[in-house]
């Protein structure tokens, strides 16, 4: 290849399985300030789209004082980035593909709306930084996903071309930020989103990493 392949991941729920540590987090502040917890398919419906818009979702009508909402927002933040990575970890057959990707001279990268210092620090805690060239969070750049700018901008700053990219997400919200992109994209299934595989557009759908090499295969 004269110019490397260039995969861009989703994080929450598409390459680690995060919603055990989200939901204790999310039930610490809850429980400190007297309100009612979530179950863990909750937890996987309020993900993705960060952590002031999963914990807006979860207040819904019934706290309504911004200032409340603000503080209990920052009181997650807080206790997640001290307990990160207690029960989170790689999605089945990932090590296994990110030791064939690069193997490959494949460029990998992820684009999260996980804030950028989480995400860095949740990939160094599960041993997997060496295996990406760019951690791009919500607050990375001036906007994030849905906008196409997002991706668009990651694989520029790798040395990629678009003709010569994909998308691996778990939601609506990486799905949109894909086809923007006008880049294919693949959905993992599973992941956290409130949506059914057939409402959430893709070209591809794995249950697992062990059959996202085939796929690649075919593309590069």
């Not at 997002?150 to 990486?174: A, P, Q, R, Y």
């Not at 880049?183 to 409402?199: R, W």
């Not at 697992?208 to 690649?216: A, G, T």
Request: proline share 2%; net charge neutral; hydrophobic share 35%.
């Amino acid at each position: 290849m004269s110019q490397k392949f260039t995969i861009l991941f989703d994080l929450d729920g598409t390459i680690i399985e995060t919603a055990g540590d989200l939901m204790a987090a999310h039930n610490h502040v809850m429980k400190k300030f007297g309100h009612k917890e979530k179950k863990l398919n909750d937890i996987k419906k309020l993900a993705g789209k960060g952590a002031w818009v999963m914990m807006q979702r979860s207040f819904k009508e019934e706290i309504k004082n911004k200032e409340l909402k603000k503080e209990m927002t920052e009181e997650f933040l807080d206790y997640y980035s001290k307990n990160i990575n207690k029960e989170s970890k790689p999605k089945e057959g990932l090590i296994n593909f990110l030791d064939w990707a690069k193997s490959m001279n494949i460029s990998l990268s992820i684009c999260t709306n996980k804030q950028e210092a989480l995400s860095k620090d949740l990939i160094k805690k599960l041993n997997l930084s060496k295996y990406f060239d760019f951690i791009a969070g919500s607050d990375t750049f001036d906007f994030n996903k849905p906008d196409p700018r997002h991706l668009t901008n990651v694989i520029e700053i790798v040395g990629g071309e678009k003709t010569k990219s994909i998308m691996i997400g778990d939601s609506e919200v990486d799905s949109e930020a894909s086809y923007n992109a006008q880049l294919p994209f693949v959905l993992v299934e599973d992941g956290y989103t409130e949506k059914n595989i057939n409402e959430i557009r893709h070209d591809f759908k794995i249950k697992n990493f062990h059959f996202l090499k085939e796929i690649v295969e075919k593309l590069i």
